[in-house]
């Protein structure tokens, strides 16, 4: 299960191109004084969005084993199943506005940051723009936690989001070399299809949780066992 994380990351880059491609491209005009350290400090910045990426997987790995130890992992499931439905809806057009409204704070408090970051001229700084463009609301990102959370650990729940992220660094780090982004048509056709895949993976952890003895789909959890584990 845990390496369908990398699968995860590498088909949904296309994703993160769109949504996370200004700020690769932003990296292009700052720094980089030799070849080497332009190569380096792209390499650097894809990094620190592993390593974020990493440390949200550990913390939702923690929370995930720590309820399921406690005999909820049923419960865990039909949470994180009911939350990322949720989450789902704020990246429909629709309802973009209405959702917004929680999320600006950390999307203001990252972009400050990152605007910050971005101006400085040391190989640090990429390292830390990236580690802040993880931290930037994603849709595909929150699907990947809700797995993670449900791994059965903290070093899985760790090792699958870091997976998730080496799946993305492909794209991101074609990207940042480039120069070029993938086309605004494309970009806006990908982010229509993402709400609904991760409606679905809601779908699949709420009917999980129910212990419904659907092979597969709802298997029978015994007592110990995570949600993701019987896949």
């Known amino acids: 299960m845990i390496w369908s994380a990398f699968i995860l990351g590498f088909l949904g880059s296309m994703h993160c191109a769109g949504m996370c491609g200004p700020i690769a491209l932003a990296l292009r005009n700052y720094g980089s004084p030799s070849p080497a350290s332009f190569y380096l ?15 949200l997987g550990l913390v939702a790995g ?46 203001e408090w990252v972009k400050s940051r990152l605007a910050f970051f971005l101006h400085q001229t040391n190989s640090t700084s990429f390292t830390i723009v990236g580690m802040l463009n993880g931290l930037l609301p994603c849709g595909l990102v929150y699907t990947a936690l809700a797995a993670a959370a449900v791994s059965g650990s903290y070093l899985s729940g760790a090792a699958f989001m870091s997976l998730f992220g080496l799946g993305t660094f492909p794209m991101m780090l074609a990207i940042s070399l480039s120069g070029k982004i993938v086309p605004v048509t494309w970009r806006s056709r990908i982010t229509r299809i993402y709400p609904y895949l991760t409606m679905l993976v809601a779908v699949l952890l709420i009917l999980r949780g129910m212990n419904l003895g659907i092979p597969y789909i709802s298997p029978e959890l015994s007592s110990g066992s995570c949600a993701m584990c019987n896949k």
């Open 41 to 55: 400090n792209k390499i650097l910045y894809n990094a620190g969005r592993v390593i974020t990426y990493a440390v």
């Open 62 to 107: 923690s929370i995930g084993a720590v309820i399921s130890i406690a005999g909820l992992q049923q419960a865990l499931s039909i949470v994180l199943g009911i939350l990322l439905l949720l989450a789902s809806f704020a990246f429909i057009p629709s309802l973009r506005k209405i959702s917004s409204r929680w999320m600006n704070p950390v999307n």
